[in-house]
Each structure stands twice: as C-alpha cells, then as structure tokens.
C-alpha cells in the first residue's frame, strides 16, 4: 500500500483548526481521501446530534466533484447510511468510538462492506495498551464481518503531549499488527499548531510505516512523502 493523503474538509465553524472549516480548495488539492466531518472533536467538544449533522453534510455531498474517494468522519450509522443512500457508492467510515458510540456501526459497515477507521481514544497509561485495545478490537470486529480495517492510535484523544510522541516514535509496534495505519497529528497541540513541527511528525509517521497521512495542507503533506521516499529529487 502506498503512502495516501486524507485532506480534512470540516462542516462546522468550531474545528480546532480554523482553515479547515469549510476549505473547498481541499475538494480540488488532489488528496487521495477527502475526510468530511460535521462535528468538532476539539478537546471539551459538544457532541452534534445526528440530524444537525447531516444538515450540515447534505449540502457538501451533494456539491461534491465527481470521482472523489471520501470518508465521512462521524460515530452515526445514521449519517453514514444517508451518505451511501445520497452518493450512491461506498464511503469510507472514519470512527473516533471504533463503534462504541453507535451500536448500529459496526454492523453498518460489516452488512455494506464498507472500510472503517477505528481509532482509539481512550485514556493511556502504557503504549502497549493501545496495541492491545486493537487486539482486542479486532476479533470483536471481524468477529462481526468487519474485515476491512484501518487503524488509528488516536493522538490527541485521551493522551498528552509526550504519550502522543511516545506513540509516534514506537509506530512500529502498531505497524506490527497488520493493519495500515492512519496518523492525524496535523496541527494539533502535540505539534504545537505549527507547519514545522507538523511536518516533523509526518516525518516520524513515515519512519514508522504510516500508510495515510490525515492532513490539512495536501501539498505539504505531498511534497513530504516525496523527499522521504526519493530525497535525492527533492
């Protein structure tokens, strides 16, 4: 599997991050994924009810240019069920409960086939829990017919600033549980919110084997991938 890029198109005016609230440039930026979410996950969030949710989905999807590969960032099967019955393909789940917030989920995309995130956001005292968390994940889910899975350890979620380095450093060990492995550190307080220190991380990512870069600058993220890969060229 090749390195891929998740450009981050935020519905809501709260996102941590204040430019990807509503980045249209994002839908043209050449990203492999596009990740639409309509809840904030910022630390002290609001959870948004389902039918806000969509409100502010329905008119993105419906906008969207044709052939691209999208993920909806969201916990509701509801949403994700309105998302295919809308668009009329398969989308990607992106799970920051890894099922535990919707009940429906995990069936949801076991029943439509569909890929899914699983990300862990519980609390960490140890980085060894995080790998068990998945071990343990995943015979509950493929269990359930979910085979098609993708990772995440959560950085940000449930975890300071040196744990998150701690998981980053250590990716490997992830890595050795034979999923890919998405890394979100883009501008996020573990990154100070700073380009620099962004790309820094996704170097780390790399080292690791990360397999999808969640980002908000596509062709940063993009030019990163190629210096780590080719650096001759760059």
């Known amino acids: 599997m090749e390195v891929q890029i998740m450009g981050i198109f935020n519905a809501t005016g709260d996102s941590f991050y204040a430019p990807s ?32 949710q969509w409100k502010r989905l329905e008119p993105v999807l419906k906008s969207l240019p044709a052939g691209l590969n999208v993920s909806i960032d969201t916990t509701s099967a509801m949403v994700i069920e309105r998302t295919i019955d809308l668009l ?18 995990l069936p949801l ?7 899914y995130i699983a990300m862990h956001r519980g ?9 068990d968390f998945f071990r343990e994940w995943r015979l509950k889910a493929e269990d359930m017919g979910v085979t098609d899975w993708i990772l995440d350890p959560g950085f940000g979620f449930g975890k300071d600033v040196a744990q998150n380095w701690e998981l980053l450093v250590n990716l490997r060990e992830l890595k050795a549980l034979g999923r890919p492995v998405l890394v979100g550190v883009s501008m996020k307080r573990m990154t100070c919110n700073s380009a ?17 870069l969640r980002v908000h600058n596509v062709a940063a993220a993009a030019a990163t991938i190629r210096r780590f890969y080719s650096p001759s060229m760059t």
Do not use: Q
């Open 109 to 115: 995309a076991a029943r439509e086939g569909l890929t």
């Open 196 to 212: 620099l220190v962004t790309e820094k991380a996704h170097d780390c990512a790399l080292e690791g084997g990360a397999d999808i």
């Open 88 to 105: 009329g393909r398969k989308v990607i789940v992106n799970d920051i409960s890894a099922g535990a917030d919707d009940a429906d989920m």
């Open 123 to 131: 609390g960490f005292f140890a980085r060894a829990e995080v790998a």
């Open 21 to 52: 609230r509503y980045n249209a440039s994002v839908l043209t930026s050449g990203a492999d994924i596009i990740d639409i979410g309509a809840e904030s996950t910022r630390p002290g969030y609001k959870p948004v009810p389902p039918a806000e």
